[in-house]
């Protein structure tokens, strides 16, 4: 299950389940999602993004949804890996892009895959 | 080939000191930006440019001067280093207009101040 710890949220799941990370995103003019993976000691990795204009997006093993209604933003792991284990952020982007491409992150959550 | 590279991945100084992160792209993007990533993992941006000229300076102490002598490179120097600048900046680029959405992160560099 999910729980807030001292640190990041965290969220621990075995091995081949599917794993969903939850975001709440501050503005509803934001345009533009993204997800990105950190592992330990590395930088943020593209995962998937999504335009406002969608709900729903999937790639190799991965969706993202998007919920404007209630601005939630959630990203789905498909058989859960134990590469998959690392810091999960998603990150929105107020209009108008561009030059201005100032993307907001979330505070991030910690995937725990148990072998 | 390393697609957002930063110099050096480790950095430690004593307070008071000053020093720089450089910061190179390769990838013909024309935004650069810098970010820090505090001890609770919260990423938050600093500066972005475009084309060499300044776009976004959030609220950073102006003790850090970005500068960006070309598109491809984009450094950061700090001054009078305090112990709350202890931490990890993240160099990324990004492709103009609606392309820009996806940043490439650099892989880090952490700063420790003692």
């Known amino acids: 299950g999910e729980s807030v710890g001292l640190h990041l949220p965290t969220l621990s799941v075995q091995e081949g389940d599917n794993s969903i990370i939850n975001c709440a995103y501050s503005n509803s003019a934001s345009d533009y999602f993204i997800w990105y993976k950190q592992e330990s000691g590395k930088g943020p990795q593209f995962i998937i993004d999504i335009r406002s204009n969608m709900d729903k997006r999937q790639g190799q093993r991965v969706t993202v949804l998007l919920n404007k209604t209630v601005k939630h933003l959630s990203l789905q792991i498909a058989a859960t890996q134990p590469g998959d284990s690392a810091v999960y952020f998603c990150?929105?982007?107020?209009?108008?892009?561009?030059?201005?491409?100032?993307?907001?992150f979330g505070t991030g959550t910690l995937l725990a895959v148990q072998p | 080939d390393t697609a957002v590279s930063q110099t050096p991945k480790y950095l430690v100084t004593q307070m008071g000191n000053d020093k720089s992160i450089k910061c190179e792209q390769n990838?013909?993007?024309?935004?650069m930006y810098w970010y820090k990533q505090d001890s609770k993992k919260f990423l938050k941006i600093m500066f972005s440019y475009n084309n060499k000229e300044l776009i976004i300076n959030e609220t950073v102490p102006n003790r850090f001067s970005p500068k960006s002598p070309d598109k491809a490179h984009l450094n950061l120097h700090i001054n009078s280093l305090e112990l709350g600048d202890s931490a990890v900046y993240f160099c990324?680029?990004?492709?103009?207009?609606?392309?820009?959405?996806?940043?490439?992160f650099g892989p880090g560099t952490r700063l420790t101040v003692l």
């Open positions: 990150a929105e982007r107020l209009p108008p892009g561009g030059a201005t491409n100032k993307l907001i």
């Open positions: 990324a680029s990004s492709p103009p207009g609606w392309q820009g959405g996806e940043q490439f």
């Open positions: 990838l013909g993007h024309d935004t």
